[in-house]
């Protein structure tokens, strides 16, 4: 498994994304000079109070991460 993306890089988390959507996020970041990576998002980001839809956004969503 990739490194996570941390905040001492130069990366950016823009937005969370479902697989079906990843392709085309990836073509629009990159013809605009970006790189793109995509990490399942951090289930201890998650409030306590919002624990149940963290399993499933951390499940089934990818955060989107750009850099130029």
Same mark, same amino acid.
């Given at each position: $498994?990739? =490194?996570?993306?941390? #905040?001492?890089?130069?990366?950016? /988390? $823009?937005? =969370?994304?479902?697989? #079906?959507?990843?392709?085309?996020? /990836? ?12 990490e399942r998002p951090d289930p201890s980001e998650f409030k306590e109070e919002c624990a149940s839809c963290a399993v ?13």
């Amino acid at each position: $498994m990739e =490194t996570r993306v941390g #905040e001492k890089t130069d990366w950016k /988390r $823009m937005f =969370t994304v479902s697989p #079906e959507r990843m392709e085309e996020i /990836r073509e629009l970041y990159e013809s605009l000079g970006y790189q793109v990576k995509f990490e399942r998002p951090d289930p201890s980001e998650f409030k306590e109070e919002c624990a149940s839809c963290a399993v499933k956004i951390c499940n089934e969503c990818f955060v989107v991460y750009v850099k130029k």
